[in-house]
């Protein structure tokens, strides 16, 4: 990991570098060998799903094409590709081909809740989180910031760890009724 992308408190704050801003109805491929962004001809999974907040990846763990980690960051910001925003862990979506979803919120949604994590998201930014990914395959759900950042800690050790310990925050085995 190259220190001077991370953020000083990483893995609880980090980089997130946006690849898909707040409502592009196409993704964006990024192209490194340029550093540009291409808008592509495929409509967005997280538009379709109607979720307002950007997607991308954690600055310093890789970057597309390559092996990267990605980020959804919940933002009412208006970023655009390539922009980097400081943003705070607060959970992570495990999903079962490997390909997880490291979730952060920025610093102004940040200031609306009591500690970055899933279960302190409010009603709608949650329901609108969970609609990203409505069916969960065995093993598949939201884990809370805890398990973000441990998952962070070792992302370099390991391309797809094996799912947490502990129940999922949203998901099956969970306590809540968010299934």
């Not at 609880?12 to 801003?21: G, S, T």
């Not at 993704?27 to 495929?42: C, K, L, N, V, W």
Request: hydrophobic letters at 35%; charged letters at 25%; aromatic letters at 10%.
């Amino acid at each position: 990991m190259d220190s001077t992308t991370h953020a000083l408190d990483f893995p609880a704050l980090l980089w997130a570098v946006v690849e898909q801003p707040p409502g592009a109805r196409y993704p964006f491929d990024y192209r490194p060998e340029d550093g540009a962004f291409r808008e592509t001809r495929s409509v967005s999974l997280f538009y379709d799903r109607g979720f307002s907040g950007a997607y991308g990846w954690v600055d310093g763990l890789g970057h597309p094409p390559g092996r990267h980690c990605d980020v959804i960051l919940l933002t009412q910001q208006s970023p655009r590709p390539g922009d980097r925003m400081l943003a705070h862990t607060c959970g992570i979506f495990y999903r079962s081909d490997g390909d997880h979803k490291v979730v952060a919120l920025d610093d102004a949604l940040r200031a609306t809740v009591a500690h970055p994590d899933l279960d302190e998201l409010d009603a709608t930014m949650a329901a609108e989180l969970r609609a990203c990914y409505p069916r969960l395959d065995p093993g598949e759900g939201w884990w809370d910031a805890t398990e973000a950042r441990v998952y962070l800690r070792r992302w370099d050790m390991a391309p797809a760890l094996a799912c947490p310990r502990r129940a999922p925050v949203w998901g099956p085995g969970s306590e809540g009724a968010h299934d």
